[in-house]
């Protein structure tokens, strides 16, 4: 039987379209090995600026040496330190110490900073009783003394007397809030003089709180 010779023309394109595919094959991995355009499209979203700066202050700002992590501990207590001096001097709810937050212990402070108390004049009238008591006369000496008992007892009526007053506007005013500490809290301030109690005082003599 007569042979059908196979056309050249096939055996030839089906060998130039195997070599094309190959080098193409190559050719993307080539490419995917390069460096991209930085005017082709990349492929992702564009992250917005704020975001950018977000991430670049917060890289900057992470501490890279233990040195740099101690300084860093060393500043962000000072800023704390000089904000709860301030809030000691306004009032700032949001920085005080924590023995002093709260509206119960605010309202403590103004009901004590409202009044005159016997305790907050203790400092200067104990110096006054001491000189006495040093002079070398027995009249002024039993002044002295008397004077010691006198102050003692003023102190500690007026304390009560305040203790009471406090505990029952606190009940009215607080009745669901946490109150422990709080009239020891009051009774420790009066003992300070005005001008140096902290935080300041935020209201006048005879202002209701």
């Given at each position: 039987m007569p042979r059908h010779p196979v056309p050249l023309?096939?055996?030839f394109r089906s060998r130039a379209k195997s070599e094309k595919e190959a080098v193409a094959e190559k050719a993307s991995v080539t490419d995917s090995k390069q460096t991209r355009d930085p005017q082709a499209p990349k492929g992702r979203p564009t992250p917005k600026r704020s975001e950018s700066q977000s991430q670049?202050?917060?890289?900057a700002n992470t501490p890279t040496t233990r040195k740099e992590a101690a300084k860093r501990s060393r500043d962000e207590r000072r800023a704390a330190l000089e904000k709860q001096r301030q809030a000691l001097a306004t009032g700032d709810e949001r920085y005080l110490?924590?023995?002093?937050?709260?509206?119960?212990?605010?309202?403590?402070r103004d009901y004590v900073d409202s009044r005159f108390h016997i305790a907050e004049f203790f400092l200067p009238l104990a110096v006054l009783i001491l000189v006495l008591s040093m002079v070398r006369v027995p009249a002024l000496q039993n002044?002295?003394?008397?004077?010691?008992?006198?102050?003692i007892i003023l102190i500690v009526v007026d304390s009560v007397g305040l203790a009471i007053r406090l505990k029952k506007q606190l009940n009215v005013r607080y009745p669901d809030q946490n109150k422990k500490g709080v009239v020891a809290y009051a009774l420790m301030r009066t003992l300070q003089m005005r001008r140096l109690r902290l935080p300041k005082p935020q209201v006048k003599r005879g202002e209701r709180p």
């Open positions: 023309g096939f055996v670049r202050r917060s890289v110490p924590a023995r002093d937050k709260g509206p119960v212990r605010r309202f403590a002044i002295a003394l008397l004077m010691w008992l006198f102050v």
